[in-house]
């Protein structure tokens, strides 16, 4: 059959995001009562085929700075393509360090005025963090007030002023869980998320935008030592929890996954020895998924679990590559990409894939893992697992920053397959 831009997409895409099994649709709200987003066309956005998710920041260059934020035109390139893959569902980080979060605002914006077919939207990220996060000294009781409330006033503008486009609030990106710079206590989320339901209680944001925080699984509770008072009462006060696991890293950090090959295993080919160890990420992810269900549960909370993040990085010079996990590769992250939807898709859950495009910042222009986890490179090419949208004509016409969207390896699988190795162990 052949399909046309927008529909193949849609149809090889169909992973990005999973379809939900519906829940009775509230459109009217008393005090008590969770928003479970219906849109204008009465379609719901959350776990809804049709609206595949992905994660979106965008930024280019080797420093991110407000001069290197992406422009509106470099924005738009960006969501065009994004559109061609199928996505209709947006996550962002910050609302008020850069400018990233408005620019794509009044891009998607635009892009609906100019053609009424465009569809997309928003989770709008507000970025918490704690007094002196990423300094000397940084004090992990107190928070950074000042910014946090900065972040959260500006989240009540963007979605007073794009109603029809910012569905979602997420207060705090990884900021509870213990090994990142900027976590807080969970009473600080807390303490925000109350803020964002009497904004919207009082009309300042629309009353069907949800409100959640996007966190690693064991600070969602999936941990015992997280779970206290404030964290219960915040997945109480959450309209759905919105969980980051990654396999990945998992692959060097936790001893509980057998990464490396099976002794039944260690004389299969390569390319089949990936595959096995990748079923296991997936087993590992939803016994993860599986412990923050079980925790609310317990609580007697009964809201949406949905995958706020999860990714696999195709390139690594350190703990994840040829002298490390050799997790890092191109091969790997379809293999794992392919899995993670499949078990999204089964599991009813929408999953917000980490991430859109290659971000060189986070890795300082290294081979470092964390800059590499786009399905396209910076410079718009696709990656492995999106070569079948190219094959489709997805991309057509479309570029990014003057390159137009092709295969990487010029399509040469047999290039790609003649650099895998053996998963390994790495030994710490």
């Known amino acids: 059959m052949l399909m046309n831009k927008k529909n193949a997409g849609l149809a090889v895409a169909a992973g990005l995001s999973i379809c939900l099994s519906s829940r009775a649709a509230t459109t009217a709200y008393d005090s008590g009562a969770r928003p479970t987003h219906i849109l204008d066309n009465g379609q719901k956005l959350l776990g809804n085929a049709n609206y ?7 930024h280019r260059k080797t420093a991110r700075t407000v001069e290197n934020t992406p422009s509106i035109e470099e924005t738009r390139e960006d969501l065009l393509i994004l559109s061609a893959m199928g996505v209709r569902l947006l996550r962002t980080y910050n609302t008020s360090e850069f400018p990233h979060a408005e620019r794509t605002l009044k891009v998607i914006n635009d892009l609906k005025k100019a053609d009424p077919d465009f569809e997309m939207y928003v989770m709008l990220g507000a970025w918490i963090q704690c007094k002196n996060a990423f300094k000397e000294g940084p004090d992990h009781r107190v928070e950074d007030a000042d910014w946090n409330q900065q972040e959260i006033e500006t989240a009540i503008r963007l979605a007073d002023e794009y109603p029809d486009i910012v569905k979602i609030i997420a207060v705090g990106n990884e900021a509870m869980v213990d090994w990142q710079a900027h976590f807080v206590p969970a009473a600080v989320i807390l303490k925000w998320v109350k803020a964002l339901k009497a904004a919207r209680a009082d009309g300042r944001i629309p009353a069907k935008t949800m409100i959640t925080t996007s966190d690693n699984w064991a600070a969602l509770g999936g941990e015992e030592r997280y779970r206290n008072e404030d964290l219960d ?3 109480r006060q959450m309209d759905f929890v919105s969980l980051h696991t990654y396999a990945f890293h998992d692959t060097f950090y936790n001893p509980a996954l057998r990464w490396e090959p099976l002794p039944n295993e260690v004389d299969l080919p390569v390319a089949e020895q990936l595959a096995k160890s990748v079923a296991r990420t997936i087993d590992l992810q939803q016994a993860q998924y599986q412990a923050v269900k079980d925790y ?9 679990i949905h995958i706020g993040e999860t990714g696999w990085a195709s390139l690594d010079n350190a703990r994840y590559g040829d002298d490390g996990t050799r997790a890092a590769s191109e091969y790997a992250s379809k293999l794992f990409y392919d899995a993670a939807m499949k078990w999204t898709r089964g599991n009813n859950q929408t ?11 986070k890795s300082k222009g290294t081979d470092g893992s964390e800059g590499h986890f786009g399905l396209l490179t910076v410079d718009g090419q696709a990656k492995y697992p999106l070569w079948d949208l190219v094959d489709a004509g997805a991309f057509e016409g479309l570029s990014r920053g003057g390159n137009p969207v092709k295969k990487t390896h010029d399509g040469h699988e047999a290039v790609l397959l003649n650099t895998l190795k053996a998963p390994a162990r790495f030994k710490h």
Not at 52 to 58: T, V
Not at 296 to 304: A, F, N, P, R, T
């Open 351 to 361: 999953c917000f894939y980490f991430e859109a495009f290659d971000e060189p910042w």
């Open 52 to 58: 595949p998710a992905i994660c979106y920041s965008g």
């Open 296 to 304: 609310l549960k317990e609580l007697g909370v009964d809201i949406e």
């Open 233 to 235: 009462e915040l997945m």
